[in-house]
């Protein structure tokens, strides 16, 4: 059981994907699959007909010149893609497109939508890579694996203690499921069932978790942590700064709102400041 077919989306506008980032990401790609595409857009920018800003300022100009910095940007990051996913023996394909800056998030989760996997790497900065990642999540149906620079290093050697954070609802049962993979290589798993935090989740919440990963051979432990009606956030950090685990899977929660969904507290917490890598699912 393997991701056979994996996604990489790589940033080119306002600051493209460093390199570093990239050469991270295939070498993640490398230890969870087989095979990795590429995917990056060309940024184009709408500028309505306004003679006064194009005398004042060059505004048509100033956009031409952004629009010609992200293609630059877009061959680049694809090129050093290609050169170290063929290293790797991981290359597949490289993705290039253009779509207006505001309309990357939703492109990229319907090119997700047929791929295993959507790696995402999240870069500090004013790139928007957290609405791509919430894009993906709640509209791909796909999981997705983000992670901040230099968190994965410890994974791309294989996953050794993953942490399945599980209250027993749907989108938990998801994330388990799209987890499989991982998880049946892991050298152990933790169940993570938080108390106290919401309704319905029991001190014997985990049972039926680790029975089916039990019946896929996968060596499990039990753990729960008491929030002790705290907000979950800080109950995740305190256990992984424990555990130190390789990978957190979670469901990711949120709810639409105008066609604009909005994260629940544990999602938004783990994708602004993850850790480790985390794969969510919803």
Not at 193 to 221: C, I, M
Request: glycine share 8%; charged share 20%.
């Amino acid at each position: 059981m393997a991701f056979r077919d994996l996604l990489l989306h790589i940033d080119t506008y306002p600051t493209p994907t460093p390199e570093a980032v990239i050469e991270e990401a295939v070498l993640l790609a490398a230890s969870l699959g087989d095979k990795v595409t590429g995917l990056a857009f060309e940024i184009e920018i709408a500028v309505h007909s306004n003679r006064l800003a194009d005398y004042l300022i060059g505004l048509s100009a100033m956009a031409a010149a952004e629009e010609s910095r992200s293609s630059q940007a877009c061959q680049d990051v694809l090129g050093h893609f290609i050169g170290r996913a063929r290293d790797a023996g991981v290359y597949k394909d490289a993705i290039s497109a253009k779509a207006n800056h505001y309309d990357v998030a939703g492109k990229v989760a319907r090119v997700a939508r047929t791929y295993d996997l959507c790696l995402l790497p999240l870069v500090d900065g004013p790139n928007g890579q957290l609405d791509i990642a919430q894009s993906v999540i709640f509209e791909s149906g796909r999981p997705i694996l983000t992670f901040r620079p230099g968190t994965a290093a410890a994974l791309t050697q294989g996953p050794k203690e993953v942490v399945v954070a599980w209250d027993g609802s749907r989108n938990a049962a998801r994330a388990l499921a799209d987890a499989l993979p991982i998880l049946v290589r892991a050298k152990h798993v933790r169940i993570l069932t938080v108390l106290n935090e919401k309704p319905g989740v029991l001190s014997t919440t985990g049972a039926q978790a680790q029975r089916h990963l039990a019946a896929h051979g996968v060596n499990t432990t039990l753990d729960e942590v008491d929030a002790g009606g705290e907000a979950i956030g800080p109950a995740f950090d305190r256990y992984l700064d424990g555990t130190a685990p390789n990978l957190l899977v979670m469901g990711a929660y949120g709810h639409s709102r105008t066609q604009e969904f909005l994260l629940g507290g544990a999602t938004q917490h783990m994708l602004a400041r993850p850790g480790c890598p985390v794969l969510l699912s919803h």
